[in-house]
C-alpha cells in the first residue's frame, strides 16, 4: 500500500478500506508518512469528508495508537465531559467539584489551550501549587479516596492525534467535521470513561459556526462514542460571546470559585447545570434531568461544591485559601478600562477576536510550546443584550504593559457589535443529540 494511493482515493470521494486506515494510522503514529502526504490527505478529507464507518474505525484505531487508560479499578460508573472549544468556557472547573459532590466520581484528563480557545490544564496551572502531572496510580487513588482528579493527557495518549493535530493546525484543517470528531473521540475512548458529556460548541467563537455543523459533528461523535460501546451525550451550546465575563486563566479561575459560591455569571451557571444534569443521567446518580438538576442546586446552594474544589486543592497541591483569598492567584497589576466610543445594545461580540486578544496579551499560545501568562486575560463587561451608553467601561484588560493594554482596548472595542434596539435573546443550549 502507498499513501499517494490513499491520497489520491480520498481526493476522488472513495471511502477507505478499513486495511487503508490501519495503514495511515500506523504510518502516522511510526513517522513514515511524511508531513507532506499527510498534510495533502488532511486537505483531501476537509473538502471530501468521510463516512461514519470510516470516522468509526478511524477513531478506534488512533485511539490504540498509543496508551489506553483503564479505569476499572475506581468504583462506580465514570463519566467525563468535554468541550469542542470555546472561549471563557471554564464549566469544567464548576462541574467536577459539583458533580463529585453528588457522588460521582471524576476522573479527568485535560488539554491545554490553543489559538483563540483554552484550555482546562492552563487554568488549574493558574493555581498556586496545583500538580496536573501525577503518576498513573497515586492519581488513580486520589479519584477513590476524594472522588476527584483532573490531570493532563499523559505523553503517550493517542500519539497519531498529537501528530495529526500539529499539523492540522497549520495546514487549515482544523475545521473538518470529521477530523475533529476523530480527534476528539479517539481521546475519549483512550481515556477510559463508561460514559461523555460532549458539549459542542456553536457560534462565532467556536470552530464550527452554524448549529447545522455542530449538529452533523455531535452526531457524528455520539456515534462513535456508541459504536465503542460508550455512552455518550452532546449538548449543543452557543458560543456567540464567551462564556460568562472571564477571559484567561487566573481570572477564569476567579471567575469559576465565585460559581461555585453562588455569585457567578448566569450562563456560566445554566451550562454548569445542564451539563452536570446529563453526567449524573449518565452515571446513574438521577433518573431525570430535573431530579438532577434539583440535587446540583442543592449543591451549589449548600456551599458542598466549593467545599468539595477546597478538598480537591488539598489533595492535589492547589493552595485551597484561593476560594477566600482569590488575590492568592497570580493577577497581572496593569488593569484598564476599555470604554465604548458609542452607545447602543450589545447585539454580539466577535468571540473569536477576543479570545485572540487574550492570548496575545499572553493568556494563550500560538504554537504548541509557547509559554503562558496566568495572571493576563479580559474582563467583559457588557453580555449580549445588555445598553452602553458613550463612554462606559464595555471590558477591562489585565495586562503587563501600557502598550499591550493598548493593543488589546482597540481590538475590543472593534470585536463589539452594537445596535439601536435590543436584540431578540438567543437561547444558551441549542440543542441535545443522545
Ligand atoms: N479539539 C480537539 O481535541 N481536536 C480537534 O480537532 C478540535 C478540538
Redesign the pocket.
Known amino acids: 500500500m502507498r499513501m499517494i494511493e490513499l491520497i489520491s482515493r480520498k481526493r476522488d470521494g472513495y471511502e477507505h478500506t478499513t486495511e487503508e486506515l490501519d495503514y495511515l494510522v500506523r504510518g502516522i503514529t511510526d513517522g513514515s508518512i511524511p508531513d507532506y502526504q499527510l498534510a495533502a490527505w488532511c486537505m483531501a478529507v476537509y473538502f471530501q469528508g468521510m463516512t461514519p464507518r470510516e470516522a468509526r474505525h478511524l477513531a478506534r484505531k488512533m485511539a490504540a495508537s498509543g496508551d489506553q487508560i483503564d479505569l476499572s479499578s475506581i468504583p462506580g460508573v465514570k463519566i467525563d465531559k468535554h468541550s469542542?472549544?470555546g472561549v471563557g468556557d471554564k464549566t469544567s472547573l464548576v462541574v467536577a467539584p459539583m458533580v463529585a459532590a453528588a457522588g460521582v466520581p471524576v476522573c479527568k484528563m485535560s488539554?491545554r489551550g490553543l489559538g483563540h480557545t483554552g484550555g482546562t490544564i492552563d487554568k488549574l496551572e493558574a493555581i498556586p501549587g496545583y500538580r496536573t502531572e501525577l503518576p498513573i496510580a497515586e492519581f488513580f487513588q486520589q479519584v477513590r479516596t476524594v472522588g476527584i482528579g483532573i490531570v493532563g493527557q499523559s505523553g503517550n495518549l493517542v500519539p497519531a492525534?498529537q501528530q495529526l493535530?500539529a499539523l492540522?493546525d497549520v495546514t487549515g484543517t482544523?475545521e473538518s467535521i470529521p477530523?475533529?470528531a476523530t480527534?476528539?473521540m479517539s481521546?475519549k475512548l483512550a481515556s477510559g470513561a463508561d460514559g461523555f458529556v460532549l458539549d459542542v460548541k456553536v457560534g462565532n467563537g467556536a470552530?464550527l459556526n452554524t448549529q447545522q455543523e455542530a449538529e452533523r459533528l455531535a452526531e457524528l461523535m455520539v456515534a462513535i462514542g456508541k459504536r465503542a460501546g460508550r455512552q455518550p451525550v452532546a449538548v449543543l451550546s452557543s458560543m456567540e460571546q464567551p462564556l460568562g465575563r472571564a477571559i484567561g486563566n487566573a481570572l477564569e479561575v476567579r471567575e469559576a470559585i465565585a460559581t461555585l459560591a453562588g455569585e457567578g455569571p448566569a450562563d456560566l451557571k445554566e451550562l454548569s447545570l445542564v451539563l452536570g444534569a446529563q453526567m449524573l443521567i449518565l452515571a446513574g446518580a438521577a433518573a431525570d434531568e430535573e431530579t438532577a438538576r434539583r440535587k446540583l442546586e442543592a449543591i451549589l446552594t449548600s456551599g458542598q461544591a466549593l467545599r468539595f474544589f477546597e478538598k480537591w486543592m488539598e489533595a492535589q497541591g492547589g493552595d485551597p485559601s484561593i476560594t477566600s483569598h482569590p488575590e492568592r492567584l497570580p493577577t497581572a497589576t496593569l488593569v484598564r478600562k476599555v470604554l465604548s466610543n458609542a452607545g447602543g445594545y450589545v447585539s454580539g461580540w466577535d468571540t473569536e477576536a477576543l479570545g485572540l486578544t487574550a492570548m496575545r496579551l499572553g493568556a494563550g499560545r500560538e504554537r504548541k510550546n509557547d509559554p503562558i501568562d496566568h495572571g493576563v486575560g479580559l474582563i467583559i463587561e457588557k453580555k449580549i443584550g445588555d445598553r452602553v451608553v458613550a463612554g462606559e467601561a464595555i471590558a477591562q484588560v489585565y495586562a503587563r504593559s501600557e502598550e499591550q493594554a493598548v493593543r488589546a482596548a482597540q481590538a475590543i472595542r472593534s470585536a463589539l457589535r452594537l445596535s439601536p434596539l435590543p436584540p431578540t435573546p438567543a437561547p444558551l443550549i441549542l440543542g441535545y443529540i443522545i
Request: hydrophobic letters at 40%; aromatic letters at 16%.
Open positions: 469542542t472549544g488539554g492525534d493535530y492540522r482544523v477530523l475533529i480527534s476528539i481521546k470552530f
